[in-house]
């Protein structure tokens, strides 16, 4: 399968304890980026990169979170002392941005997810 | 700012019977929409998208899409609906404002059931 892969795709962790996500990427896809959903609610979007760069960060990516895509090949997400709140699916998606097309017209391909417990 | 709005939290449709998902949009310029479709415990799947060009666009696994600028609305529509069309659809835009250029903002997603 040459999706997006994200890993794992369950967590319950503990209140106060740290967690991190990993997704990999359709391979020549030079953009990434991470989205948490709740229950009932769309995805809402938390940062992006441009290979290895981080060019977006929402105002909901609060400094417990931190997100690293170093090589432009895979990325991480971590949540430092989780609260209950953080509790949702964090989606992974990748697109191919090429020079012929305009700017925010390529495509974004989701991942399975990794839904988040934290008790 | 940019926003989605899908009216409806739920649709229901009889098997073989056409279907249409609603979606309206607010923008600034021209808007570029997305809609995806996601299954229990699955991620979202791409369906179709509007950037320019003919107002009808047609997607996967047989859908389409009306792009209305004069009613800001892109609603979601098939023929003839499956049963294993039920699932969650979202309709979404690119987020073009303050400088953004990556993200989508998601409508709050339509259920659709499709019984036989």
């Known amino acids: 399968d040459t999706g997006v892969s994200q890993d794992p795709r369950h967590k319950i962790t503990k209140r106060g304890q740290n967690v991190t996500f990993r997704c990999d990427p359709i391979?020549?896809?030079?953009?990434l980026y991470w989205y948490r959903q709740t229950l009932g609610q769309g995805p809402e979007f938390l940062t992006y990169?441009?290979?290895?760069?981080?060019?977006?960060k929402s105002r909901l990516l609060s400094d417990r979170f931190s997100a690293e895509r170093p090589k432009g090949s895979f990325s991480t997400l971590e949540i430092q002392r989780t609260e209950q709140g953080d509790s949702a699916m964090y989606l992974c998606?990748?697109?191919?941005?090429?020079?012929?097309?305009?700017?925010?017209?390529?495509?974004?391909?989701f991942g399975p997810g990794t839904r988040l417990t934290v008790l | 700012a940019q926003s989605v709005a899908q009216p409806e939290d739920q649709v229901n449709v009889a098997e073989g019977n056409p279907l249409t998902v609603k979606c309206t949009y607010s923008?600034?310029?021209?808007?570029?929409l997305f809609w995806y479709v996601q299954y229990p415990n699955r991620g979202l799947q791409f369906l179709l998208k509007?950037?320019?060009?003919?107002?009808l666009v047609k997607g996967s696994y047989g859908f389409e899409a009306e792009f209305n600028k004069s009613q800001t609305s892109f609603h979601l529509k098939k023929p003839s609906a499956l049963v294993s069309d039920s699932a969650l659809y979202f309709c979404?835009?690119?987020?073009?404002?303050?400088?953004?250029?990556?993200?989508?903002?998601f409508g709050k997603g339509t259920k659709l059931s499709v019984k036989p």
């Open positions: 998606a990748s697109s191919l941005a090429g020079t012929g097309g305009a700017v925010g017209t390529d495509t974004q391909y």
């Open positions: 391979s020549e896809h030079n953009r």
């Open positions: 990169f441009q290979n290895e760069a981080q060019l977006e």
């Open positions: 923008v600034s310029g021209n808007p570029y």
């Open positions: 509007y950037i320019t060009g003919d107002n």
């Open positions: 979404a835009v690119r987020d073009k404002g303050g400088g953004s250029q990556g993200n989508l903002i």
